[in-house]
């Protein structure tokens, strides 16, 4: 069975930095592109960030590129977001997503498996 | 950009219900098109992929169709475990933009 679990979640001042996690189960994880996708209280789902299997190739949303970056460690199967510069429109639980693909690209983007999510709040 | 819209925004129905939600894409996406369903506290679940694929161990309930710029989510019979929040997606290449949702309740 596929598990995907962040962690990391926290209050956090606007200008500061967090890093998130997400630990994967149940499948290759190399083998597989993720993503970062996440959603403000009240509001929709917002993709984030997206690496590719082997963590070569990244690819961020204009509304955090500068700020956040996506890593992984395919030897501890984790996905990582750091989010510098946070500001108060940051606030939103975020999940970390399985694609069906490896590479970004034409094909990437079915979101075959989520987690539950982790919260930060950036206060102002 | 391409820009997604959902109608409705919000539904109520009754448990078996036919219930339609639509989803319509800016320019023509052809059939890059997903299907979420969203509850509190629950990890989002895929339900349709590629406009109109039944995502492994989804009820047969539910499916998808449609091509270009429209597209449909069709819940054949309402459930009470239906109540959700439900996200169309487009994809293509580097672009992952998401609809605003449409929240589904019980009348």
């Known amino acids: 069975e596929v598990q995907l679990l962040e962690s990391g979640g926290d209050l956090v001042q606007s200008g500061g930095s967090l890093r998130v996690s997400c630990v994967a189960s149940g499948f290759t994880f190399s083998s597989h592109a993720m993503s970062w996708i996440r959603q403000a209280p009240g509001k929709g789902l917002e993709w984030v960030s997206s690496?590719?299997?082997?963590?070569?190739?990244?690819y961020s949303a204009d509304s955090v590129r500068g700020r956040f970056t996506v890593s992984r460690d395919n030897s501890k199967n984790t996905l990582y977001l750091q989010m510098n510069w946070l500001r108060a429109e940051d606030t939103a639980i975020y999940y970390c997503?399985?694609?069906?693909?490896?590479?970004?690209?034409?094909?990437?983007?079915?979101?075959?498996?989520w987690g539950q999510g982790t919260l930060v709040t950036v206060s102002s | 950009d391409i820009q997604m819209t959902q109608s409705p925004s919000s539904l109520s129905a009754s448990i078996g219900d036919r219930v339609t939600i639509t989803c319509q894409a800016s320019e023509d996406i052809t059939n890059s098109l997903n299907w979420y369903q969203l509850k509190p506290g629950k990890a989002p679940r895929l339900l349709i992929y590629g406009a109109s694929n039944l995502e492994s161990g989804v009820p047969s309930r539910f499916s998808g169709s449609g091509s270009g710029t429209d597209f449909t989510l069709t819940i054949s019979s309402l459930q009470p475990e239906d109540i959700s929040t439900y996200f169309c997606q487009h994809y293509d290449d580097l672009a992952f933009t998401f609809g605003p949702g449409t929240k589904l309740d019980i009348k």
């Open positions: 997503a399985k694609d069906r693909a490896f590479r970004l690209g034409p094909g990437a983007g079915i979101f075959e498996s």
């Open positions: 690496i590719n299997g082997y963590g070569e190739s990244t």
